[in-house]
Nanobody, 125 residues
């Protein structure tokens, strides 16, 4: 069974850093493009960042450009979102997503069919 598990969430102060991890598991499963999405209370889910299989291509939402970075380790089947200079508006549930389709880094949720359960990130002012 293919599974994605997020970790690293919690409460931080504005301006602090936080590191989210996503671990993929599943026999003979290779996550191709991977991405982070988030959903704040009362808002729709939005894209945050994405990375292609080899890491050569990345995507960042305008709201996080210059503050967040994304990376992955294909040997470990993990992906990391490094959140720097956190803002209260970054408060949301963050979801990891991936696909078995060979696509480039994409910020569209329609391109991903495997999702994690989500993890809460709270940035206090």
């Amino acid at each position: 069974q293919v599974q994605l598990v997020e970790s690293g969430g919690g409460v931080v102060q504005a301006g602090d850093s936080l590191r989210l991890s996503c671990a993929a598991s599943g026999r003979s499963f290779t996550p191709l493009a991977m991405a982070w999405f988030r959903q704040a209370s009362g808002s729709e889910r939005e894209s945050v960042a994405a990375i292609s299989f080899m890491g050569a291509n990345t995507y960042f939402a305008d709201s996080v450009k210059g503050r967040f970075t994304i990376s992955r380790d294909n040997d470990k089947k993990t992906m990391v979102l490094q959140m720097n200079s956190a803002k209260p508006e970054d408060t949301a549930i963050y979801y990891c997503a991936t696909t078995k389709a060979n696509i480039n880094a994409s910020g569209s949720s329609r391109n991903y069919d495997i999702w994690g359960q989500g993890i809460q990130v709270t940035v206090s002012s």
